[in-house]
């Protein structure tokens, strides 16, 4: 099972709604990402966690608040945000964030959740 | 600061051509560079690179590595219309996560 899989595919949600985005994976990989990607931009790398722990928050606002209840699953809490929050926002997972041999650093990504902001 | 640079930023083409897609880096502790495709949704793995001048082939796709110039192409021959996408490339160092450059918009016409 090579899979990411995130949910919900879209979501759109006023400016006072909380809502999660959820992320899962089942191929062991230590690392998960979170990812944020505006129309025709590369992604954004927002938060990293290894082995269940934050491990880099790239300065985001405090209106995502990321979770890691387990090695397999990544939420993204959304709290206020935002119209210019609106974007795809992508979970991935590597074997491990550490410099080992057999780790070369590929980012296996889910479809993405689409989030409108109104 | 690692760096990750695309040429050309967009590229129009028609079926049938060739075309050569760049990727120039600098990246402290070189492990891996990467391509991805990316349609509408999440980027989808095509190749990864870690040795130099040793070519990658997937069907009409190709791709090598330069450690020395610091770059790598992405070739992709006789292009569909199923072509046209984003063409992500991404290089991992010491820095401990991809640093993505800002893609190549690829637009194949029939």
């Known amino acids: 099972d090579t899979e990411v899989t995130q949910t919900p595919k879209h979501l759109v949600m006023g400016m006072t709604n909380k809502k999660s985005l959820k992320c899962e994976q089942h191929m062991g990989h230590r690392a998960m990402y979170w990812y944020k990607q505006k129309a025709k931009k590369p992604p954004e790398l927002m938060f990293v966690?290894?082995?269940?722990?934050?491990?880099i928050n790239e300065s985001v606002p405090s209106r995502f608040s990321p979770e890691c209840p387990n090695s397999s699953l990544l939420n993204l809490h959304l709290h206020a945000l935002q119209p210019e929050d609106s974007a795809l926002y992508l979970c991935?997972?590597?074997?491990?964030?550490?410099?080992?041999?057999?780790?070369?650093?590929?980012?296996?990504f889910g479809e993405g959740s689409r989030l409108t902001v109104l | 600061e690692d760096k990750v640079v695309q040429s050309p930023l967009s590229l129009v083409v028609h079926e049938g051509d060739t075309v050569t897609l760049n990727c120039s880096y600098e990246?402290?502790?070189?492990?891996?560079l990467l391509w991805y495709k990316q349609e509408k949704k999440a980027p989808t793995f095509l190749f990864m690179l870690?040795?130099?001048?040793i070519e990658k082939k997937s069907g009409r796709l190709s791709s090598i590595l330069d450690k020395k110039e610091l770059f790598s192409i992405l070739n992709i021959t006789a292009t569909q219309t199923g072509d046209s996408a984003i063409y992500l490339c991404a290089v991992s160092g010491s820095a401990r996560q991809l640093t993505f450059g800002s893609g190549t918009q690829l637009t194949v016409l029939p």
């Open positions: 870690t040795s130099s001048g």
């Open positions: 991935a997972s590597s074997q491990d964030l550490h410099t080992t041999r057999a780790n070369t650093g590929e980012l296996f």
């Open positions: 966690y290894s082995y269940e722990k934050l491990s």
């Open positions: 990246v402290t502790n070189f492990r891996s």
